[in-house]
């Protein structure tokens, strides 16, 4: 029993490790490629990156759909949803104000808002996901996929510049400087081989593997810890443990972009990260589950409900007179996730709402 304690510990931390520097290399690597592409570090977060941190969603709800209930599969996508929200932009929007782009305000963030009420709607109704109502999410999210790839193609043509963030951070010494030291000259090297391609491509892939690698390791342990060690209700680790579990890439990825000034990657990342939660993943959870149907409970809805206001807070948010989600908004958004979460614990605990 300790021996198995002390592995995991230390597998939680072998986790972080692999979170935080996969994180690095995958943020380098992309930002890398869109530059070379001459397209806008938000369409490469809201496809390719947000589909990449998303790999850890998309593996729990495979896995639940296929051989378990199912019954996590709802609340590790509105959880996640919520945490990508009020924890990850919020701190990013604390450590760096997030400029949002026109195109963003007019189209990703009301895609989003209607995708989230959508499925909250359908999801109330029926009391569940029908194979069918999963299609129509799928349908629709490569639809969104179809725009995004189109619009990145235009820009590239028309070679549009990407907005900067204000605080982006200031750039190396020139390469001139004669470099000294191991750990200068392969920082130094690394900074050179960056503006290869072929290069760029495999730390973005290399990056990703890690991070989700490093996810499914803090996942695995910190449910372990939580539900054998400490003795957690197995219904508050899948709203909590999990469902941060495999929001780490997002949260890793966006706060790393934040301080690396790549706030088109945060912002994109989250954006396109909650859209493909609620319409692919939810549509493979729901077309896995066939005719049994997706369960949409008392505690999805309620969870469904503050992933729409949390929706709602960062459009109000975009269309303020900076557009842009500041510090301001991060601190409301983090207040908010103490708040849901303070609720959640009350609910299991004390008044057992639903």
């Given at each position: 029993?300790?021996?198995?304690?002390?592995?995991?510990?230390?597998?939680?931390?072998?986790?972080?490790?692999l979170?935080?520097?996969?994180?690095?290399?995958?943020?380098?690597?992309?930002?890398?490629?869109?530059?070379?592409?001459?397209?806008?570090?938000?369409?490469?977060?809201?496809t390719?990156?947000?589909?990449?941190?998303?790999?850890?969603?998309?593996?729990?709800t495979?896995?639940?759909?296929?051989?378990?209930s199912?019954?996590?599969?709802?609340?590790?996508?509105?959880?996640?949803?919520?945490?990508?929200?009020?924890?990850?932009?919020?701190?990013?929007?604390v450590?760096?104000?997030?400029?949002?782009?026109?195109?963003?305000?007019?189209?990703?963030?009301?895609?989003?808002?209607?995708?989230?009420?959508?499925?909250v709607?359908l999801?109330?109704?029926?009391n569940?996901?029908?194979?069918?109502?999963?299609?129509?999410?799928?349908?629709?999210?490569?639809?969104?996929?179809?725009?995004?790839?189109?619009?990145?193609?235009?820009?590239?043509?028309?070679?549009?510049?990407?907005a900067?963030?204000?605080c982006?951070?200031?750039?190396?010494?020139?390469?001139?400087?004669?470099?000294?030291?191991?750990?200068?000259?392969?920082?130094?090297?690394?900074e050179?081989?960056?503006?290869?391609?072929?290069?760029?491509?495999?730390?973005?892939v290399?990056?990703?593997?890690?991070?989700?690698?490093?996810?499914?390791?803090?996942?695995?342990?910190?449910?372990?810890?939580?539900?054998?060690?400490i003795?957690?209700?197995?219904?508050?680790?899948?709203?909590?443990?999990?469902?941060f579990?495999?929001s780490?890439p997002?949260?890793?990825?966006?706060?790393?972009?934040?301080?690396?000034?790549d706030?088109?990657?945060?912002?994109?990342?989250?954006?396109?990260?909650?859209i493909?939660?609620?319409l692919?993943?939810?549509?493979?959870?729901?077309?896995?589950?066939?005719?049994?149907?997706?369960?949409?409970?008392?505690?999805?809805?309620?969870?469904?409900l503050?992933?729409?206001?949390?929706?709602?807070?960062?459009?109000?948010?975009?269309?303020?007179?900076?557009?842009?989600i500041?510090?301001?908004?991060?601190?409301?958004?983090?207040?908010?996730?103490?708040?849901?979460?303070?609720?959640?614990?009350?609910?299991?605990?004390?008044?057992?709402?639903?």
């Amino acid at each position: 029993m300790v021996g198995m304690a002390i592995l995991k510990v230390f597998l939680l931390l072998l986790g972080f490790v692999l979170l935080v520097k996969g994180a690095d290399f995958f943020v380098d690597g992309a930002s890398g490629i869109a530059k070379k592409l001459k397209v806008s570090t938000f369409i490469i977060g809201v496809t390719v990156v947000a589909l990449g941190t998303s790999a850890p969603e998309a593996a729990v709800t495979i896995m639940d759909a296929v051989t378990g209930s199912g019954d996590l599969i709802v609340g590790n996508i509105l959880g996640s949803n919520i945490i990508n929200i009020f924890l990850i932009l919020g701190v990013s929007a604390v450590i760096c104000n997030l400029p949002v782009e026109k195109t963003t305000r007019m189209i990703d963030l009301p895609f989003l808002l209607l995708s989230s009420v959508l499925f909250v709607v359908l999801g109330f109704l029926g009391n569940s996901f029908t194979w069918w109502e999963g299609l129509i999410f799928i349908v629709l999210y490569f639809a969104y996929m179809a725009y995004n790839v189109v619009f990145a193609v235009k820009q590239s043509k028309l070679q549009l510049e990407e907005a900067h963030t204000v605080c982006a951070i200031e750039a190396e010494a020139s390469q001139s400087v004669e470099v000294t030291g191991w750990y200068s000259k392969l920082k130094f090297k690394y900074e050179q081989l960056k503006e290869k391609v072929w290069f760029l491509i495999i730390i973005t892939v290399f990056g990703l593997a890690m991070v989700i690698g490093g996810a499914q390791l803090v996942v695995s342990s910190a449910q372990y810890i939580a539900e054998d060690l400490i003795g957690i209700s197995p219904e508050l680790v899948a709203l909590t443990v999990v469902a941060f579990g495999t929001s780490l890439p997002e949260l890793v990825t966006s706060v790393s972009a934040a301080r690396k000034g790549d706030v088109g990657i945060a912002t994109g990342n989250i954006i396109g990260s909650n859209i493909a939660n609620l319409l692919l993943i939810g549509g493979l959870g729901a077309v896995c589950k066939g005719s049994l149907g997706l369960v949409f409970s008392t505690e999805g809805l309620v969870s469904g409900l503050v992933a729409l206001v949390a929706t709602i807070i960062i459009f109000v948010s975009s269309f303020g007179k900076k557009k842009s989600i500041g510090r301001a908004a991060g601190i409301i958004m983090l207040s908010c996730l103490i708040l849901y979460y303070i609720f959640i614990f009350l609910n299991f605990y004390v008044f057992n709402i639903y």
